[in-house]
């Protein structure tokens, strides 16, 4: 299966998207989202509690959960979450 079949929502969760992108741990921890006792929580619900939008969650994963075949880069997810 490629990772560009797997369309990520604003209705995963976020244990849902760390389990498929594991890269997305360093974006989540970068935008202040927790990976850890907030993991059952929607990337709605995540964005709301860190203080941002579900849309910059969006953006920020968007190079670790837009890749074709190959492994996301850490640089440009880590690098995506900063801007």
């Not at 976020?14 to 059952?40: E, Q």
């Amino acid at each position: 299966m490629s990772f560009a079949q797997t369309s990520v929502t604003t209705e995963w969760t976020v244990g849902d998207v760390t389990r498929c992108f594991p890269m997305s741990l360093l974006v989540f921890h970068k935008l202040g989202v927790d990976t850890c006792c907030g993991a059952t929580a929607t990337l709605d619900k995540a964005a709301a509690k860190a203080g941002i939008t579900a849309a910059d969650i969006m953006a920020a994963l968007a190079p670790c959960t837009e890749s074709d075949d190959e492994p996301p880069n850490t640089f440009d997810a880590v690098h995506a979450a900063s801007e």
